[in-house]
């Protein structure tokens, strides 16, 4: 399941929205950050890649305006992720199609039964978005 989903989720993105999952997530992550803009460090973590990764990712956003870097004004040695006005758009246009992905091929087949099921075990594994340090 873990190998295979991802896939699954991500053919639709790339089909109607051009995205890959993972630029999916890091322009969704983004969308939900306070002022749409967050550390790369907290970025890379929230969209469970590497920062290497998460800065080459964000370099072909940053080529398609949807993203730019900025130092962070808090902290010059860390950098922000920003989502522009044009990123937003994208997300926003993406997002029905993730969630109709998700719900296709992840809630719509559980029962109520296989759910809560879903949910003891994501707690016994500790994979439940509450459970990542912060």
């Not at 109607?16 to 999916?24: D, N, P, Q, R, S």
């Amino acid at each position: 399941m873990v190998l295979l989903l991802p896939g699954q989720l991500e053919a639709p993105l790339q089909h109607e929205a051009g995205l890959t999952l993972f630029e999916y997530m890091t322009l969704s992550h983004l969308s939900e950050a306070p002022e749409r803009r967050i550390r790369m460090s907290g970025l890379a973590f929230l969209a469970n890649g590497s920062l290497s990764r998460l800065s080459n990712v964000v370099t072909r956003l940053e080529r398609r305006g949807w993203v730019r870097r900025t130092p962070d004004p808090d902290d010059g040695r860390y950098t922000l992720a920003v989502l522009t006005d044009a990123g937003q758009e994208v997300v926003v246009a993406a997002a029905p199609v993730h969630v109709r992905s998700v719900r296709e091929l992840v809630l719509d087949p559980l029962t109520k039964a296989d759910r809560q099921a879903l949910v003891r075990i994501a707690a016994k594994l500790r994979v439940r978005p509450g459970d990542q340090p912060r």
